[in-house]
């Protein structure tokens, strides 16, 4: 509040401005009356000496507010009662004072109104900062509370800058209360972005999560449509390792369900399994292309080599493999197509697992019931799976099964106690329901394992085998009829592509064909053949034969085209090669460019044969661009070099131009330095720089070769003066220059030197000077070479120390000589 008087005190003047302030008091008007009135200024009267009284009251700086409201109230003058309620403070007095002021001192009361007024608006304010501070701090303390976060940081950035402008004048107490909120709500911002965070990573984790499954899944399907060779083995190692690394870092520090886990452990070990069979394959391969270039392998030779094998069901067989196993009438099954609820089948995989375990468990503590019953329940749980899922654990059920069954034979040391375990397992798989392939072989599988014990001596228990067989295979009949008629289907499919083949071949113009469309044909012939399977094996002979002869002829055409085409491209790859050392190379490089095009244009090709051309037609095309590179990295690096070199000579340039006195070897040696690089290849505005280096360095060698030359003609202009100059001191060409100047006249040569260096000539010599510079703008329009010769200030020079009589030869002249040549050295 003081602070606000003060300020308002400063703008008003301490002189009266109201209409009363200049009208003059009676007192005053008797006081101001002439001294003829009788009354002297050493005898006051009481009124004069009351205004006195009050004015030095006014003037003490310890007055009370009180005192000054009465003052202003009751002062005898105008000025006095102004200047008492200028200096109030107190809202309470001012407003008595305006009360007593109002209809009898118009200026005291102006001032009062006027104080009171601004003390009303600062209160209004003031209480408006205030209300806006409680209305912050309440939104502030409600903000850090909410449980509502929808566009929390920006709500909290709204209150920070009504902060801002409002922190100036809020109170400790105020200050604490928001800025602890505030600082609720930049730590709940905090934690809402690392929500946010923490939830984005889970959300990626799991994305990774879904696409390492669908790449297994996917992985897994190209296998089972496509046989694996061993070249594949790398990536299918690579793709293995990284995909475990993924799953890692997808799994760590998040929640993975056990069914997502499950999946991918599934997946994986089927991977493994695939993997692990390529490597088996490649181990006896030897043995593969030995049994399969004999003519009548037996199956004893090859059975061993396929069990090594092991190749898994849910993998395409390749092609040897199947050729051997059709030699030794193995039937391989096909991969029946997943059908089924997927969350079902999950949960009975999990079932099956989690009874494998037990199985294990069971046969390492050698309890045989136990392990025959978990071996049951894992068969049941996995009849019921059917396509490619169902082989994630045959592999290890059969291995588990196996055990049981040695087991068994330790434990019973006799025939029937396994004859009685089959035809309860025959019992059992009658009353499963199940797919009718699987349920045929598992049947097979107990007839042979039967019939390998030898028979049973116990008729009623071969009855009972029998019985429960016949019952098992019953619902077979049906599904073996349809197949029967789908092998039918399948059959009459491959009579209609063989047609289709012929006609094809039949009607084609092989000189004008549409090579690729042949290819595709060819292509598509295939895939539908091996799609119309399973057929009758004795049925299909005749039409195989067909197929196989159609196919050959077609692929004799392509084969043919092929191996032209192959040629154009051999001949591509020799162009190719032939340019690599040609010059110049931009025709190179534009031949490259036009052969790549006609690579492109050329048709089909064998893929292996094509894979090796443009192998060998890529290193051509590199060895040619190469050079181009070689080139551009030769250009760089002479360019790297001559900025060096450049770099070098402009740093000894600056050297020298930076000191006071110039080296004049070493500045010559530099600027040669500058020319050679500018000469270079150089960077992009270096040229520049080094050309201009080198021009201020000459100029600068130049202007210090001229001073050196001066100071030698002044020392030989006062040996002249002085007569102890000799014609052989001075520089030979000097007598040539003297006498093509053929100046005389003393007087004549000072004025020209005068004007060559631009110094002022004295008064008696200006019509001399005015005259010689006419004669030399003539002479400089038709003068010859000896006229412009005598322009120069070596040939003046020249002229004093040899042509002129010694008498002419003043001290005065001598000296504007001189003064002449040191203002042409500076310059």
């Given at each position: 509040m003081?602070?606000f ?7 008003r ?43 030095a009251?006014?003037?003490d ?10 003052l ?11 200047e ?21 001192d ?63 004048t ?20 905090r934690d ?21 499954l ?6 897994l ?22 995909q475990?690394?993924?799953w ?21 070990q ?37 069990d090594?094998i092991?190749?898994?069901a ?21 991969p029946?197509?997943?059908s089924g609820?997927?969350d079902?089948r ?6 099956l ?7 294990e ?45 040695e087991?068994?034979d ?14 309860e ?24 394992e ?28 049906a ?16 009579h ?34 091996r ?42 790859v ?8 040609h ?11 036009a ?13 292996r ?30 360019t ?41 290849p ?34 030989w ?65 038709g ?5 412009v010769?005598?322009d ?23 000296s ?12």
């Amino acid at each position: 509040m003081a602070a606000f008087f003060q300020k308002l005190l400063k703008k008003r003047s301490t002189s009266a401005t109201g209409p009363d302030s200049s009208r003059p008091t009676p007192a005053r008007d008797r006081r101001e009356a002439s001294p003829g009135s009788g009354e002297s200024a050493d005898n006051k009267g009481p009124e004069q000496s009351a205004i006195d009284n009050q004015r030095a009251t006014l003037a003490d700086s310890s007055t009370t507010q009180e005192t000054l409201a009465d003052l202003a109230i009751k002062g005898l003058a105008a000025d006095i009662r102004l200047e008492s309620a200028q200096r109030l403070t107190d809202e309470s007095l001012l407003q008595q004072v305006q009360k007593a002021a109002r209809g009898r001192d118009k200026g005291v009361y102006q001032h009062v109104r006027g104080v009171l007024q601004e003390l009303r608006r600062n209160e209004n304010e003031q209480q408006a900062t205030q209300d806006a501070l409680a209305r912050l701090a309440r939104e502030t303390e409600e903000l850090a509370r909410t449980g509502d976060t929808n566009l929390y940081e920006a709500r909290t950035q709204k209150l920070e800058k009504q902060w801002q402008a409002l922190e100036p004048t809020a109170s400790n107490e105020q200050k604490s209360r928001i800025l602890a909120a505030l600082h609720d709500c930049r730590q709940r911002i905090r934690d809402l972005e690392q929500e946010r965070q923490e939830e984005q990573r889970h959300h990626d984790q799991k994305q990774q999560r879904d696409e390492t499954l669908a790449l297994l899944r996917e992985t897994l399907d190209s296998l089972a449509e496509e046989a694996p060779t061993t070249s594949a083995l790398p990536s299918l190692d690579a793709l293995q390792r990284t995909q475990e690394n993924r799953w890692l870092e997808a799994t760590r520090e998040t929640e993975v369900s056990r069914q997502e886990q499950k999946q991918y452990e599934n997946l994986m070990q089927s991977l493994r399994g695939a993997i692990s069979a390529v490597r088996r394959l490649g181990q006896h391969q030897e043995d593969i292309d030995t049994l399969t270039h004999q003519d009548n392998p037996s199956g004893e030779q090859i059975r061993p080599v396929l069990d090594q094998i092991e190749w898994p069901a849910y993998v395409a067989q390749p092609a040897a493999v199947k050729l051997l196993a059709e030699k030794a009438h193995i039937r391989s099954a096909e991969p029946v197509p997943d059908s089924g609820d997927a969350d079902a089948r999950e949960k009975i995989l999990d079932r099956l697992a989690a009874a494998l375990d037990k199985l294990e468990d069971a046969l390492s503590a050698n309890q045989l019931k136990e392990s025959r019953q978990h071996l049951k329940q894992a068969q049941g749980l996995q009849r019921q799976i059917s396509g490619k899922a169902a082989n994630r654990h045959r592999g290890r059920l059969q291995r588990l099964t196996g055990q049981v069954r040695e087991l068994g034979d330790w434990r019973g040391f006799a025939t029937e106690p396994k004859q009685v375990s089959l035809c309860e397992q025959m019992e059992y798989l009658a009353e499963q329901p199940m797919d009718p392939e699987a349920k045929a072989t598992h049947i097979q599988a107990l007839q042979q394992e039967w019939r390998e014990l030898g028979g049973s001596s116990n008729r009623d228990l071969w009855q009972r085998f029998r019985k429960a067989s016949d019952l098992a295979f019953e619902p077979c009949k049906a599904y073996f009829e349809a197949r029967s008629d789908l092998k039918k289907v399948h059959l009459q499919k491959r009579h209609s592509i063989c047609e289709e083949l012929a006609r094809y071949l039949d009607a084609t113009d092989w000189n004008q064909v549409d090579w690729k469309a042949a290819e595709q044909i060819e292509k598509t012939a295939r895939k539908e053949w091996r799609q119309a399977w399973p057929v009758e094996f004795r049925d299909n002979r005749q039409v195989q034969k067909e197929f196989d002869r159609l196919m050959n002829d077609l692929g004799s055409h392509l084969d043919e085209e092929r191996r032209r085409n192959e040629e154009l491209k051999q001949d591509i790859v020799e162009r190719a090669r032939s340019l690599i050392e040609h010059s110049p190379l931009s025709e190179a490089m534009n031949e490259a460019k036009a052969l790549q095009k006609q690579w492109q244009d050329i048709g089909i090709t064998r893929h292996r044969e094509d894979r090796k051309l443009w192998k060998a037609f890529r290193a051509a095309c590199d060895g040619i661009f190469a050079r181009r590179d070689e080139q551009r990295q030769r250009r760089e690096q002479e360019t790297s070099e001559s900025d060096e070199a450049a770099d070098q000579a402009l740093a000894r340039a600056r050297d020298l131009l930076s000191r006071e006195e110039l080296d004049e070897t070493s500045a010559v040696e530099v600027v040669q330095q500058l020319e050679s690089a500018a000469r270079t290849p150089v960077s992009a505005g270096k040229g520049n720089e080094v050309r201009g280096t080198a021009q201020e360095l000459s100029n600068r060698l130049r202007q210090h070769r001229q001073r050196a030359s001066v100071r030698q003609w002044l020392q030989w202009i006062e040996q002249r003066q002085q007569g102890q100059l000799s014609p052989d001191e001075v520089p030979g060409h000097w007598q040539q220059l003297q006498s093509a100047a053929d100046l005389s006249d003393a007087r004549e040569l000072v004025v020209l030197s005068e004007i060559l260096s631009g110094s002022p000539s004295p008064d008696d010599d200006q019509s001399l000077r005015m005259e010689l510079q006419v004669r030399r703008l003539r002479e400089g329009f038709g003068g010859t070479a000896s006229d412009v010769q005598a322009d120069t200030l070596e040939t003046l020079v020249a002229c004093w120390c040899l042509g002129l009589p010694d008498e002419s030869l003043t001290p005065e002249l001598a000296s504007r000589l001189r003064q002449a040549l040191d203002n042409g050295s500076s310059t």
